[in-house]
């Protein structure tokens, strides 16, 4: 039959093809199995390492990006041993000595994510391409760090996700190259479901208004879980566009739905945006069912929340971190951050520093920068005094375990970035969750 | 019914703020036959006119809160609350409407800078120049703006007694749930007024009548030896201050960041052809059309009905209209079509 | 335009090739010599040579041109999802399905002309952009950007029995891997074919034909002869453009996201082609090239790097040079683009081919008109044919 022919002689081109190719290819091949351990950006005997700090430098989180560098370039100081060392004073166990990672000095470069998939993989690219990085850090969407996650694993080079707070990170699009010490949507409605069942009660009507992306539906999801566990009913879940700006069409359907609390699903820019219309429209001192109606911003960054002004007081959410905490570890970090820079670090910028020390930790713990051992030495390491509390982070989704801070928007602050009040330390215990619950992947260890 | 009232309240609103920003920018179109891509940073401008302000108003004493000791944080007391008491908190709050009086001089001296530094020169170059001289000042501006304030979104609260909602329902003998909050209303009345003003000033005045001719035929009116060149400064002065207001006036209800003004350009682009190249009624008409069917079409019941709707409405109902009357709603033949 | 004589053609494209095969090499004094930078060159290089043909040749403003951009990417991932991790027949779906797109937005959109076409043609991809970002997750995976995956039933692979590698497959040329500089010559050729196409369809009858359309869309019409058909196939042809653009995007990296739809993209693509000049052969590419330069190497520049340039300078003098260059790199480069927009434009009228056709002027008295300063004087005689 002509089809068949065809198809026959597709094939044998095709087939032909894999020869050439194959040929082609050979002398790669063979390098790689002569020595096994080549990896990609190898130091060999440069004196020198290179991190890439790849962050939004641009667009509407260029302030968070700023902190997250500022935080880098604190921890490759104190890595190289100068500085009063911050963190590795107080983090246990510790094998860092202060005189660079593996006796190399920790030099790094940087990008600009634009928090745009794109933008960023190409900014990655050009750290792993042109720099030589052996690894790379940042990021302040979970869209981004998971695109660039990926790149990571294509690359064979590990990457340290920097603000990412969707279940997708270590979930379903988990990667053997990327790691995430942030904390998820997830944890968030774990920590702050008993919080709201104490103040609020149990018999609630809630009304979200989500980010129509994927984070967005993350956390609507983890939340109504947690709610609706504890008797709380969803009216509605309305999809928001991404940078809506005025809020206010979808703010108007709330005051006649019948509920009485609002979960507001956003983050940066559109949390700052919605929160302040909500309140405008009167909704924190509305009363309905004879209850007071409440207002929840499951995810609160205190650099955005700023924006939002007044209207952040009283409002209830958690965060993966803040400067008032009292540990020692806490303390320290605010400590060497405040002096150098002037005021006290972010979440992000908390996140990214804890991030770079521990990749660096892990190095010397495997006592090599082939990326299957430190990532192998990353998997369920153990560790204290990094702000948090006791913290795992778990080899099978390559997600840290650790408190989760619910706060409150501060009713009287005392100095102008006193904004957040923690209200209660989650223990990790208590926001665990089965690996399983969200699929994925993490793929080989050698690429 | 409530629930209707109120999202057309709302889209009212909205068509305000739209036909506002509209506005100066078909101004622009129409008489210099420049395309503007610079409009939404004056808008930004105008929005960073109230920042200022309220930021020299709010210039404060920086009492150090002792607790912290690794930098410096404080709490802020306003000179002017110290100084002048009940006075000077009055003054703080109404940072927003006091702006509107920075916000006029400064816009009117930014638009005659900008016109006579560099519009000017590109009346007679082709329009994909023009777009890449206005988006390269758009770019170099907001990132001066963001030198200056940063990247993050500031709080610019409205007037105490006018931060709350009202009780439109009582008002028009309808439900308790039909509220709305005052500032929205102010903008309302606000952009009415400023759009009444600027069609009075067009049509009552000589200079209006003047700018009309040459909105009509250009070279007609240059012909009977009027200095137009003169005249089309001013209209620019003009439409920099429609643009700056409308950003001024929004401050308390999107907190403005340096990028807020990309975010409006092309929703003002889109206004401003739908309604019709060159017609300032067209772009306030439709400038209200998009604001209601925007209202609308983010209701439940029609977003259950049609998945992804309030995403796309203004740019479905851009695409019907065009499509429908070449011209936009009310736009003359021949204005941009080449 | 006594000077494009055939064989100034061939020298132009011979002299074009060499110049894209030999990137790696002359790229290296600017730090631009790693792959990816030189495959977006490449790439953002096909996309503004078609945005060129339909606006550079009709003066059609489309400001939706990243729609096609962005099918022609998602065509190229499902292909390397469903069918086979060969990019010929991702690279060939992307093209395709960019033409049928952009045959269906042309069909409506260019019912209208000038800022009216504009805004059409910008509507549909905001719409597809909105889209792709919400309700159309399933087909575009949303924010996070459709990506590939290890249990994808890629058809075509499995029925030649292609191993699968342990982790994700990469796009291969007949079991060649296309990564790093491979990938980067995929693109080259890539680009010199799009180049010389859009050198003969420039030459043809129908770029002559498309020329008229932009000098005076109403002779024509009055003459009889209908234009509708002509742009439709400008438009289509420089849709397609876009597709093999947005499919070699998924090539050399096998994600598609839809931010690539976004206006600010369609914006970028105009910008390119203005930048360099309309309606020339080299300006567009010579845009693209500075823009992508711009974002990725301008944007790395920090404290730390200026420092160690003008290391060699005395502190006091070193410190405050650093301070002030500082604003312009980093996370100030979009203010030295920006000002760079309007340098170029104030001074260089028509682009930078036509201020490079000036400054040959300059040199060589002894030829006054080269062919590329008239299509830019045609181009700004077009747009003010309709007023």
Request: charged letters at 15%.
């Amino acid at each position: 039959m002509p089809i068949f022919d065809g198809k026959f002689t597709r094939r044998r081109v095709l087939q032909s093809g894999l020869v050439v190719g194959a040929g082609l290819a050979a002398p790669m091949v063979m390098r790689k199995r002569a020595w096994a351990e080549t990896f990609r950006n190898d130091p060999g005997n440069n004196p020198n390492i290179v991190f890439g700090w790849n962050v939004p430098q641009t667009g509407p989180y260029a302030d968070e990006g700023a902190d997250e560098l500022k935080a880098y370039q604190l921890a490759v100081k104190h890595l190289n041993g100068e500085g009063d060392g911050g963190l590795m004073n107080t983090m246990k166990p510790c094998s860092l000595k202060g005189n660079g990672v593996l006796g190399k000095k920790v030099t790094y470069v940087t990008g600009d994510t634009q928090t745009k998939s794109d933008a960023a993989r190409a900014s990655a690219k050009r750290m792993i391409e042109k720099d030589g990085v052996i690894m790379f850090s940042g990021g302040s969407s979970s869209g981004v760090a998971v695109a660039v996650q990926s790149l990571a694993q294509e690359m064979g080079v590990i990457f340290m996700c920097g603000l990412t707070h969707s279940n997708d990170t270590t979930g379903k699009d988990k990667k053997r190259y990327g790691f995430r010490h942030f904390f998820n949507a997830y944890m968030t409605g774990k920590a702050l479901g008993p919080v709201l069942k104490e103040e609020m009660g149990t018999d609630r009507k809630a009304y979200h208004l989500t980010a129509d992306y994927t984070w967005g539906w993350t956390q609507e999801e983890s939340i109504k879980e947690t709610t609706e566990a504890m008797g709380w009913k969803t009216v509605a879940a309305v999809r928001t566009p991404l940078g809506a700006g005025d809020f206010s069409q979808y703010i108007t359907p709330v005051l006649n739905s019948g509920a009485d609390v609002l979960i507001l699903n956003h983050y940066g820019k559109d949390m700052v945006n919605s929160l302040t219309q909500a309140v405008q429209f009167g909704l924190k001192d509305k009363m309905v069912n004879g209850k007071k109606f409440e207002i929840i911003v499951p995810l609160f960054s205190r650099l955005m929340a700023r924006g939002a002004g007044d209207a952040i007081k009283g409002i209830l959410g958690t965060t993966n971190w803040n400067w008032s905490l009292q540990d020692e570890g806490s303390k320290a970090f605010v400590k060497s951050f405040g002096q150098e820079y002037g005021f006290p670090p972010s979440q992000a910028a908390q996140t990214c520093y804890v991030q770079a020390l521990l990749y660096a930790n892990a190095c010397e713990m495997a006592g090599t920068f082939y990326p299957p051992e430190v990532i192998k030495a990353l998997e369920d390491f153990q560790f204290d005094g990094m702000g948090n509390g006791p913290t795992l982070y778990r080899g099978a989704d390559h997600q840290c375990f650790k408190q989760v801070l619910v706060v409150r928007g501060n009713e009287n602050p005392s100095s102008q970035f006193d904004l957040l009040r923690v209200i209660k330390e989650v223990p990790a215990s208590e926001v665990t969750y089965d690996p399983k619950i969200f699929g994925g992947e993490l793929g080989p260890y050698k690429v | 019914m409530d629930a209707i009232v109120l999202q057309i309240l709302n889209g009212l609103d909205k068509g305000g703020a739209y036909a506002l920003i509209a506005l100066g920018l078909t101004l622009i179109f129409g008489t210099l036959g420049v395309v503007n891509f610079a409009h939404g940073a004056l808008f930004m401008l105008g929005a960073f006119c109230s920042v200022a302000l309220q930021k020299l108003l709010t210039l404060s004493m920086k009492v150090k809160d002792p607790s912290v000791t690794f930098f410096d944080a404080y709490k802020q007391i306003p000179y002017l609350e110290i100084w002048l008491g009940d006075t000077g908190k009055a003054i703080i709050d109404y940072a927003v409407p006091l702006s509107i009086l920075v916000a006029i001089p400064v816009m009117l001296l930014i638009g005659l800078a900008m016109e006579r530094g560099l519009i000017r020169h590109f009346y007679k170059r082709s329009h994909a120049e023009q777009i890449l001289v206005t988006f390269g000042l758009a770019i170099v501006l907001q990132e001066i703006v963001k030198h200056f304030f940063g990247a993050n979104p500031v709080p610019v609260p409205a007037p105490a007694t006018v931060a709350g909602s009202a009780d439109v329902g009582a008002l028009l003998g309808l439900g308790s749930s039909v509220i709305y909050p005052w500032w929205r209303l102010i903008y309302l009345g606000f952009s009415l007024v400023v759009i009444a003003i600027v069609f009075a000033f067009l049509q009552f005045t000589t200079f209006g009548m003047v700018v009309r001719a040459g909105m009509a035929d250009r070279e007609a009116v240059g012909l009977l030896g009027i200095n137009i060149q003169r005249r089309f400064t001013i209209v620019f002065g003009i439409a920099a201050i429609v643009a700056g207001l409308a950003g001024v006036m929004y401050t308390p209800i999107l907190p403005p960041d340096y990028h807020i003004g990309m975010d409006f350009l092309v929703l003002s682009f889109v206004v401003v052809v739908v309604g019709g190249m060159g017609s300032l009624p067209g772009a306030v008409t439709a400038g209200f059309l998009l604001g209601i069917l925007q209202s609308f079409a983010s209701m439940t019941e029609v977003k259950s009905l049609l998945p992804g709707i309030d995403q796309i409405i203004i740019y479905l109902v851009a695409v019907v209209i065009l499509l429908v009357r070449p011209r936009g709603l009310l736009g003359r033949k021949g204005v941009m079509e080449g | 335009m006594q000077d494009n004589t055939p064989r100034n053609d061939l020298i132009l494209f011979a002299c074009f090739s060499i110049a894209v095969l030999a990137m790696p090499l002359w790229t290296a004094p600017f730090g631009a010599d790693y792959p990816d930078l030189l495959q977006k060159f490449a790439i953002y290089g096909i996309f503004a040579i078609g945005f060129n043909i339909l606006f550079g040749l009709t003066g059609y403003l489309s400001f939706g041109h990243a729609a096609f951009l962005g099918v022609g990417s998602y065509t190229a991932v499902w292909a390397f999802k469903l069918l086979t991790m060969n990019v010929l027949p991702a690279v060939l779906f992307g093209v395709i399905f960019a033409g049928i797109f952009a045959a269906a937005i042309g069909f409506l959109s260019l019912r209208r002309t000038g800022i009216y076409f504009s805004i059409l043609t910008l509507a549909f991809a905001q719409m597809s952009y909105n889209l792709a970002y919400s309700v159309l997750t399933p087909l575009t995976n949303g924010e996070t950007g459709l990506q590939l995956r290890g249990t994808d039933p890629r058809l075509l692979d499995s029925l030649l029995g292609v191993a699968t590698p342990d982790g994700l497959p990469s796009p291969n040329l007949f079991g060649f891997e296309l990564l790093g500089y491979p990938s980067f010559y995929f693109c080259a050729v890539m680009l010199i074919i799009a180049f010389y196409l859009a050198l003969r369809i420039t030459r043809s009858p129908f770029g002559t034909m498309l020329r008229a359309i932009k000098s005076n869309q109403n002779r024509l019409s009055y003459t009889g002869v209908n234009t509708r058909p002509y742009a439709m196939a400008a438009f289509v042809i420089s849709g397609m453009y876009a597709g093999l653009a947005g499919s070699l995007l998924a090539v050399t990296d096998p994600l598609a996201g839809a931010e690539r739809m976004q206006w600010t993209a369609s914006g970028e693509v105009v910008l390119m082609t203005i930048l360099g000049g309309a309606g020339t052969m080299l300006g567009p590419i010579l845009g693209a090239g500075i823009i992508k330069y711009f974002e990725n190497i301008f944007s790395a520049f920090n404290d730390a790097t200026l420092h160690s340039i003008f290391g060699f300078l005395p502190h006091w003098l070193s410190d405050p040079l650093v301070a002030v260059l500082g604003l312009f790199v980093g996370d100030g480069w979009q203010l030295t683009l920006g000002a760079l927009f309007m340098v170029i434009v104030i001074f260089l009228p028509g682009g930078l081919m036509e201020g490079a056709t000036r400054l040959i002027q300059l040199t060589r008295r002894k030829r006054p008109d080269g062919g590329s300063s008239e299509d830019a004087a045609g181009s700004r005689r077009a747009f003010h044919a309709g007023e």
